[in-house]
């Protein structure tokens, strides 16, 4: 590969991703760089709301309105990558019911179409809802895949002949005259360091952004503010299911194939890595939860994680949710001199694509390319399909994963852990949490890809470990017992945990 | 979702104990078996919004609803629940409906065969019905013998009052065994009535037809817990009526009326064993017999209160055996396509049977006994009617 | 009905238990709410394989680690069962076996390294007879997968292997062409080689791959009742040695271990009503006076002048792991537990303090107050998975700990009359 393109893209979010795709639609030579793999920043540790603006109506209406703009257009274009499950709204006879006709006029006002139904009908339709359903609406919301959306971005992208190095940090940037002339990668696996030469950086580091910037000598002031989910074994609603109140914590239920991720809090924290949920959060959450699932604590939970939102100060104004949503797009040329660099922060996972286009688009310009963005105009496609595959050829029985498509997920890569692997295919993210799969997975790998042994081995009992930890925080009831079958299993009856250890001296 | 049995898919742990349960899946491998078609399918159609079923489902249909499955999860999963549930939404090919229909209505040929014994009898082994039955899809083997007796009750009124579900089996093919439960239950002090219920709908439950096995169950309840308001217990000697009414109908009507309804559902023998009545004497001894403990009987968790009995009052020495499905599983075994497979589902039983050289088998359900017998020749008998004998002569 | 013993728990644990006091004569029941975890287990009696658990190198002679564990352990299981009593357990359970028609051997002074499926040994004390090979010191070896067979891989357990024992290891696949339209467990592979004519084109298969004179590694497929039939078959056609690799659950060689030894004390009279939990207790005077299941709404009382707990630890749900305390579920006894439940480390060799966690027992394996010592219940002997102070999985001690807990239990219970100590 050259050594020289016109824009660096850095981060491989949605965001990242999303201009990484418009940059190459419009002819223009880039590359994306991603510290880890593509989506494992808050784009891989979010709600999977495809937000149709209603939960901004009242707060912030010009964001409802990207928000109700993109749902749409994201709908068309991204089919793979969403689930169009609807949403709803409902509001318990404990919540005020003066903000239902706020949160009404503003969804008219914001273009969201709603409709009212009935607590009797919603009920036979949703049955683990509360009784006490005093209003409810149905709204356009969906669910949407973060890792196949970034993936599905730079399938695209890759088409259009742009590039993409993972597992690849940037440690700093070439400067020369107030100018960014290139970037310095260091390769994670290998500890190589190299410089790509360029014409313009876009920052599209999420929370870390402020970090990245930091690199220039640049200051973009970013609280980063964590948000806990947690997954429940089995599809709890059909439809998203929102409190219909002030937004709030714990209100949101969004279902996801097989499994429903609920959430979120809200708390500043002092660290974009900070993205451990804890026993004690998880356990207010389904307090929460409960007013709106009646049954919640009885279900299974199978993970915990937590993702950190980009809040962007401009005066360290306002902090966490009361903080707007709406997205920045910094010119540090017009603060600090610096040529070649734009970031990129705040937003939602829903907005991604405009924000890409409204960065594209000064990028472009300044590159004295005039060419209109058509993100809009052309679907996206998941790289590893899940259609298709007939009983008898699952290797994960949880969630349907084929040998194909494992074969697919690892395509041109020369490395890769299961996670990777996780994210493109579901593998390991059903309720046995990879007991099953993932030594079939090793094994299957381990031949097909002619891995040297050792190699297999690290493949499973680092996705073994992964898991185990995403567990942590929820591993009581059935998910303890999953937790000591899945210990049976590797250290009893594999006895795993030696393999590596030094020859028997037999 | 999420309410109740529903639920219990959360608890799978994927350990497939119950695959190894299950009988169909020892002799079809074509079937899935209770962890797949159950609750991990179950979350994905689930995930499907439950509407249209896999193409896979289609092998529910070969599931016999033994709850072998049930009872082996170490996790309080049951399997059976969702195969059930999710039975009811196949289409299928319309002829093997119309002959599923015919055998879930089994109630209303044995009422008509019932009222003229030898015609149906005789119908049966006539070739022109055998060859139009085989032509629906109906297994050519013996069909049970329609009879029609009357029975005898004491009419005086006692504090003790029993409700006796006779159920189709011994309604229209053995009544004897009514005469039997009735005797025995008066010589415990019951007053003694027959319940005016129809079919429990167990043969419609497993046909799919939860829709209508639905409606037959909330009749049969109200009628039910009218009787139970004025103090009777309902006594079924048919393993599974007994279990269709504490179990079955609770997930098809969950809720208080058919809590109160299971609870007053007993097992004859439950009921002798629980309140310690023994109207029985033990004189001469039958040597030798087998005692196959019926798979609904088993997912009763009530133990095997007959068999007691038996081996304490009659038989010297009786072989309880528990670990064997018969296959007939109701009118599973009567579908032609299934006839092959419901008797190597049995064969294990019948061997067993004929290496232990027992002249007698005794059974609480109607149709393992025709299993049994069409399997192994050997007579098979219901425990009331043998133990019937031994009632104390006072009485 | 009056039973002398009630056993609470149809697992490793409870059977021996049940095997324990019918020995003895006694009227015995086994009340469980599902099978035990033998159908997920491999069907080896591990006993001890590490100790201390952090060494890298497996114990050879567990009899004598042992010796050093009861001294230098004393809350561990182990110590309160004492060496004989394992002893007797173990020439029981051999006995049964033999009777059940699943012969097992080996002994509590060595332990015997066999080839797990990802290709590492593990040491095991007892085990079916037909597994007594040596992998160690056998000269060739062929590792052979099943293409049907989802869990297993020939070469990566064959490549490990090479390492463990530090030589060239052979694998190969064969496809015996059945085609069912869904994916096949080692259960439905072993029930489909009792049929001759798969197990026939298994035979040519092998024979293809040269195995003549070798041992032949191979999952546990091969048979479900009658795997004698189909291992001596195999053996004698192609004049080779056959050893069966555990699998991922669900285990064959679990299963016919649990099939058999429930027939086994069937016929010995003990009875059975599986399916429901131990869900009621009326216990008085530090004696409990009857058990009952709630099946349907309604309580089955099961009195008895003994109780055997054997009713598992997490996994077997004897133990209920909640957000912030972890219950024994049929008496509600103390459970012994550490504060820190979890280590960051899934591998960690120390074992999970979770895991660790249990009803802590005196020597007579009655139930005690983990600070006082006071006996809890005097007419209850708690076995297996249930007690404190172990983790099986990082020992490899599960079905040792089940099999020697679970005699004791069953002849202290059988004895009756107890007091405190
Ligand atoms: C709990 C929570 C729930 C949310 N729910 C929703 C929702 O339901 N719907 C919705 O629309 N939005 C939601 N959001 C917001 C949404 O997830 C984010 O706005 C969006 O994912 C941000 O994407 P991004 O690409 O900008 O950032 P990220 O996805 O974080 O991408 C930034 C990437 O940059 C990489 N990076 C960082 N430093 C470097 C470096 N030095 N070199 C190379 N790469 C680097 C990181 O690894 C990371 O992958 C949620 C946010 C949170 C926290
Ligand atoms: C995957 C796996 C592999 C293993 N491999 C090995 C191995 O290779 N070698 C080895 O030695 N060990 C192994 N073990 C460990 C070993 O299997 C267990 O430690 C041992 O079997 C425990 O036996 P148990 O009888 O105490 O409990 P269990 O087998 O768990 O039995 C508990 C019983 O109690 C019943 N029960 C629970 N609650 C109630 C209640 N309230 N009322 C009534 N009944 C109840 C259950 O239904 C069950 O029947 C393995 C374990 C696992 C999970
Ligand atoms: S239903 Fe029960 S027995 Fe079957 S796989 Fe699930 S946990 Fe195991
Ligand atoms: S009910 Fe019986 S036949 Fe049906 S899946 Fe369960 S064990 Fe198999």
């Known amino acids: 590969m050259t050594n020289k393109v016109q824009v660096v893209v850095i981060g491989g979010g949605a965001t990242g991703t999303g201009i990484l795709r418009d940059l190459a639609l419009r002819g223009i030579d880039s590359l994306l760089v991603e510290q880890n793999d593509l989506a494992t920043g808050t784009s891989g540790r979010f709600h999977g709301l495809l937000h149709s603006g209603a939960r901004y109506v009242v707060k912030d209406l010009h964001s409802a309105e990207e928000c109700i703009q993109e749902n749409i257009i994201l709908k068309e274009i991204a089919p793979d990558c969403i689930e169009d499950t609807g949403g709803m709204f409902i509001a318990t006879k404990n919540d005020d019911l003066s903000y239902v006709n706020q949160w009404l006029e503003g969804c008219e006002k914001a273009g969201i179409n709603t409709g009212e139904v009935s607590a009797q009908e919603l009920l036979k339709e949703e049955p683990a809802l509360t009784p006490d359903i005093v209003k409810a609406y149905y709204v356009p919301d969906a669910a949407v895949d973060g890792f196949t959306l970034a993936a599905a971005n730079v399938l695209s992208a890759n088409k259009a002949g742009a590039q993409v190095k993972t597992y690849t940090k940037v440690v700093g940037f070439k400067l020369e005259q107030n100018k960014v002339r290139g970037v310095y990668l260091q390769n994670k696996r290998t500890g190589k360091e190299e410089l790509v030469g360029c014409d313009y950086v876009i920052n599209a580091g999420g929370a870390w952004a402020g970090q990245i910037a930091a690199l220039a000598g640049q200051n973009i002031n970013i609280s980063p503010d964590k948000g806990v989910l947690v997954i429940f074994n089995h599809r709890i609603t059909n439809r998203v299911l929102n409190h219909l109140r002030p937004p709030g914590d714990g209100d949101i239920f969004v279902p996801h194939g097989s499994v429903t991720v609920f959430g979120t809090t809200s708390r500043l924290t002092s660290s974009p890595d900070d993205n451990e949920a804890t026993r004690g959060e998880v356990l207010e959450l389904l307090a929460e939860g409960s007013n709106l699932v009646p049954d919640l604590k009885e279900m299974r939970l199978i993970r915990a994680f937590a993702g950190v939102r980009p809040i962007y100060q401009p005066e360290g104004g306002e902090v966490g949710r009361e903080a707007t949503r709406d997205f920045t797009l910094i010119d540090h040329s017009r603060f600090t001199g610096l040529q070649g660099m734009v970031s990129v922060v705040g937003g939602k996972l829903t907005t991604f694509r405009l924000m890409a286009k409204v960065a594209v688009d000064m990028v472009a310009g300044r590159l004295g390319i005039d060419k209109p963005c058509i993100t809009h105009l052309e679907k996206i496609y998941a790289p590893v399909p899940r259609n298709g595959a007939k009983p008898g050829e699952y290797l994960c029985q949880c969630e349907m994963v084929t040998k194909k498509m494992l074969d697919q997920a690892v395509l041109e890569k020369e490395q890769f852990s299961l996670s990777d692997v996780r994210r493109l295919t579901r593998l390991g993210m059903g309720p046995c949490q990879g007991t099953f799969c993932t030594f079939r997975a090793a094994g299957y790998y381990h031949e097909s890809r002619g891995l040297k042994v050792k190699a297999a081995n690290k493949l499973l009992k680092d996705h073994i470990e992964e898991r185990w930890k995403g567990s942590k925080a929820v591993l009581w009831g059935q998910q303890a017992q999953e937790a000591q079958l899945t210990r049976g299993i590797y250290l009893g009856l594999l006895n795993l945990e030696r393999l590596d250890s030094d020859r028997h001296d037999v | ?395 | 009905m009056m039973y002398d013993v009630v056993v609470i728990g149809a697992g490793l644990a409870g059977f021996s238990a049940a095997l324990a006091a019918s020995e003895s004569g006694k009227k015995v029941i086994v009340v469980a709410q599902g099978m035990g975890n033998l159908y997920s287990a491999s069907g080896y009696i591990d006993f001890l394989g590490y100790y201390p658990t952090t060494s890298s190198k497996p114990v050879l002679n567990p009899g004598k680690a042992l010796e050093q564990l009861i001294v230098e352990k004393t809350d561990h299981p182990y110590a309160r069962i004492g060496k004989e009593n394992i002893s007797r357990s173990f020439a029981a359970f051999i006995k049964a076996s033999r009777e059940m028609g699943l012969p097992y051997t080996g002994s509590l002074e060595t332990n015997l390294l066999m080839p797990t499926a990802v290709g590492a040994l593990v040491p095991t004390t007892l085990y079916p007879q037909s597994a007594e090979k040596d992998v160690v010191f056998s000269r060739e070896i062929v590792v052979v997968g099943i293409k049907e067979l989802v869990d297993f891989y020939p070469a990566y357990a064959a490549e490990n292997l090479e390492r463990q024992l530090g030589r060239k290891i052979r694998s190969v696949w064969v496809d015996l062409g059945l085609n069912v339209g869904r994916e096949l467990n080692s259960y439905d592979l072993a029930l489909t080689l009792e049929k001759p004519d798969i197990r026939n084109r298994l035979i040519l298969k092998l024979k293809e791959a040269d195995v003549q004179n070798k041992l032949v590694l191979i999952p546990a497929v091969l048979g479900v009742n009658r795997w004698q039939e189909v291992i001596s078959e195999i053996e004698e056609k192609l004049q080779c040695q056959v050893l069966e690799i555990p699998t991922l659950p669900p285990s064959v060689m679990g299963y016919r271990l649990a099939q058999s030894f429930k027939l086994y004390l069937k016929k010995k009279g003990v009875e059975f009503i599986i399916g429901f939990p131990v869900s009621y207790v009326k216990c008085t005077d530090r004696r409990c006076e009857e058990v009952g299941i709630i099946a349907n709404e309604r309580v089955k009382k099961i009195k008895g002048y003994n109780y055997c707990l054997a009713t598992g630890g997490i996994l077997g749900e004897g133990l209920k792991v909640l957000p912030d305390e972890i219950k024994e579920q049929v008496f509600n006894l103390p459970i012994k537990k550490s504060k820190e439940q979890l280590l960051n480390d899934f591998f960690n060799s120390e074992g999970q303090p979770l895991s660790h966690a249990g009803v802590m027992v005196n020597d007579n394996l009655q139930p005690v107050n983990p600070q006082t010592q006071a006996v809890i219940l005097t007419n209850v002997f708690v076995a297996g998975a249930t007690l404190a102070s172990y983790d099986p999985f990082v020992e490899k001690s599960g079905n040792g700990v089940a099999l020697a807990s679970g005699y004791k239990a069953g002849v202290l219970a059988a004895k009756g009359g107890f007091s405190d100590e």
């Not at chain 2, 499905?325 to 294990?348: D, R």
């Not at chain 2, 359900?365 to 219901?382: D, F, P, S």
């Open chain 2, 1 to 395: 979702m999420s309410k109740g049995d529903e639920r219990n898919l959360d608890h799978c742990l994927k350990c497939s104990t119950c695959h190894t349960q299950c009988p169909v899946v020892a002799n079809y491998l074509a079937f899935p078996g209770p962890k797949q078609l159950g609750p991990e399918l179950e979350r994905l159609r689930l995930a499907r919004g439950g509407k249209a079923p896999f193409e896979i489902d289609e092998a529910l249909n070969y599931c016999t609803n033994c709850k072998r499955c049930d009872i082996a999860c170490p996790h309080g999963v049951k399997p059976s629940y969702y195969n059930i549930k999710n039975k009811a939404k196949l289409k299928g090919k319309s002829l093997n409906k119309f002959r599923d229909w015919i055998l879930a209505h089994n109630v209303w040929w044995g009422k008509i065969g019932s009222q003229i014994p030898s015609l149906t009898n005789f119908g049966l082994k006539f070739p022109l019905t055998r060859l139009s039955m085989g032509l629906v899809g109906v297994a050519n083997r013996h069909f049970p013998k329609y009879e029609k007796k009357k029975v005898i009750i004491s009419k005086e009124k006692k504090e003790k009052k029993a409700l006796y579900y006779a159920g189709c089996y011994a309604s229209y093919n053995e009544p004897q065994i009514i005469q039997a439960a009735v005797n025995i239950l008066e010589a415990c002090g019951y007053q003694v009535e027959l319940a005016p219920a129809a079919c429990c709908g167990t043969p419609m439950v497993s046909n799919g037809l939860l829709e209508e096995a639905g409606k037959l169950a909330e009749k049969n309840t109200d009628i039910f817990l009218k009787y139970i308001q004025q103090g009777f217990k309902i006594i079924t000697t048919c393993s599974s009526c007994g279990l269709a009414l504490k179990e079955e109908y609770a997930h098809m009507l969950p809720g208080e009326k058919s809590n109160r309804l299971r609870k007053n559902i007993w097992d004859l023998f439950e009921i002798l064993d629980e309140e310690g009545i023994l109207p029985f004497s033990s004189s001469q001894k039958i040597a030798k017999a087998y005692y196959h403990v019926p798979c609904h009987l088993k997912a009763q968790g009530i133990g095997v209160p007959a068999a007691n009995l038996l081996k304490a009052i009659a038989i010297k020495e009786l072989i309880i055996e528990d670990s064997y499905c018969c296959g007939i599983s109701g009118t599973y075994g009567f579908k032609k396509e299934k006839y092959a497979l419901s008797m190597a589902i049995g064969g294990p039983l019948f061997q067993d049977i004929k290496e232990s050289q027992v002249p007698l088998v005794i059974t609480d359900c109607g149709t393992c006994k025709l299993q049994i017998e069409h399997g192994t020749g050997v007579t098979v008998n219901h425990p009331a009617v043998i133990l019937e004998n031994y009632l104390k002569k006072t009485q």
